[in-house]
């Protein structure tokens, strides 16, 4: 069993801090801040959960080049004021994010690259104090980048990730099946896209669309630049992925961190894509569930940089932005977000490496980054007034 680091909040670091209560758009609440110990080690990736009573599971990864460890933090209480941060192991990849889900009887499930191969970890309790690992694909496969994952309707996981570089199909992204909840079968693979000659893709993000099929959006390299344009691919027909629909939906553009993509699927099936790679950001809302033409919605100036995606009552987008000492929630007015209104909290930020966002069961937003100069991560949580007046627990 792994040694837990436990800790309080960061005194040294301010208490809590509290902003003004949010405006209509969310239900009423007061943004919080926390800083998560991390014993002053830079980190590099981080993916959120929510549990099903609202607290935050945090999955990150140290960013030291030959030396990275993979650590979960198990938040004892809604602002994760306290809670434990458990060393996972040793990874050695430190370039994408780690995928986690909580089952239904709230054991995390951890997928992550495990010496250039792709490994799921079936946490053996709620703590993920010990875990039994599956290798879907061997180590040394050169397996890296972001491994979303998400679970099917059966309780089964469905990972996505690109195949090993020595494949029949180098970089080709695939979807991955699990047969079972610890994915120890051989499962059902399917390749959703090829990179053109020279390309790459990268910043993978996954979702569930009509039928139970998913559905993936990505950034593809122009050649062997650092210019990437948004695809997305569609999967449709019974067994799922059996017809898919692969469309790029933005012209190149150089890409400005955090270049990951971020998806939501509408309640009439339509998918809807945030680009945040340009100091012009937009939401590419597709035309149809197949997603073969987009409208390109640019966000209201105050708006921001964005930060994930995730859509409110009456299919209204929100996503967390950052701009240099603050960080907020913001949730537009309609579905086309033509405009909106945030909820913002002072912070010693710079810029963000990386991060991730989520709507608890109020829809009340939860924000999770990593600074960009100082490599510290941070959690903010929109609680409501009452919990706030309560206490945290």
């Not at 990730?161 to 180098?170: D, H, K, L, V």
């Not at 100091?279 to 409208?295: G, K």
């Not at 987008?317 to 913002?344: H, I, K, N």
Request: net charge negative.
């Amino acid at each position: 069993m792994r040694t837990p680091i436990t800790y309080g909040l960061l005194l040294a670091l301010g208490t809590t801090l509290a902003a003004a209560p949010a405006l209509a758009a969310f239900p009423a609440c007061t943004l919080s801040l926390t800083s998560i110990d991390t014993s002053n080690v830079p980190i590099g990736f981080v993916r959120m959960a929510l549990r099903a009573d609202g607290r935050p599971l945090l999955v990150f990864n140290t960013d030291m080049a030959n030396d990275t460890q993979l650590l979960v933090h198990d938040c004892a209480n809604l602002a994760c004021t306290s809670g434990t941060s458990y060393p996972f192991g040793y990874i050695s990849s430190r370039f994408g994010d780690s995928g986690v889900v909580i089952r239904a009887d709230n054991r995390p499930l951890l997928t992550t690259s495990y010496y250039g191969g792709l490994r799921l970890y079936d946490c053996n309790d709620v703590s993920c104090l010990t875990a039994s690992p599956t290798d879907i694909v061997a180590q040394s496969s050169a397996i890296r980048g972001d491994l979303p994952m998400l679970l099917q309707a059966s309780g089964n996981p469905l990972l996505l990730y690109t195949s090993p570089f020595n494949s029949a199909t180098p970089g080709a992204l695939i979807a991955h099946f699990c047969d079972d909840v610890p994915c120890t079968g051989p499962g059902r693979d399917v390749l959703l896209a090829t990179p053109p000659p020279q390309s790459q893709f990268a910043a993978y993000a996954l979702a569930l669309g009509a039928q139970g099929n998913p559905v993936a959006s990505y950034l593809v390299s122009d050649g062997a630049s650092t210019s990437y344009g948004n695809m997305i691919s569609v999967c449709s027909g019974e067994p799922a992925c059996s017809t898919i629909t692969t469309t790029q939906i933005s012209a190149p553009t150089g890409r400005l961190m955090p270049w990951h993509t971020a998806l939501a699927i509408r309640s009439d099936a339509r998918p809807l894509v945030l680009d945040n790679r340009t100091n012009d950001p937009a939401l590419l809302d597709c035309d149809t569930p197949a997603c073969t033409s987009v409208t390109r919605r640019s966000l209201p100036a105050a708006a921001g940089q964005p930060l994930g995606l995730a859509l409110m009552a009456g299919d209204r987008p929100a996503f967390a932005r950052y701009r240099a000492s603050l960080m907020s929630a913001w949730a537009c007015d309609d579905a086309q977000c033509t405009s909106g209104s945030e909820v913002a909290i002072t912070t010693s930020l710079d810029w963000v490496r990386d991060g991730d966002f989520k709507l608890d069961a109020s829809q009340r937003p939860v924000i999770t980054w990593i600074n960009g100069d100082t490599r510290a991560l941070w959690v903010a949580r929109c609680l409501s007034d009452a919990l706030f007046a309560n206490g945290f627990d």
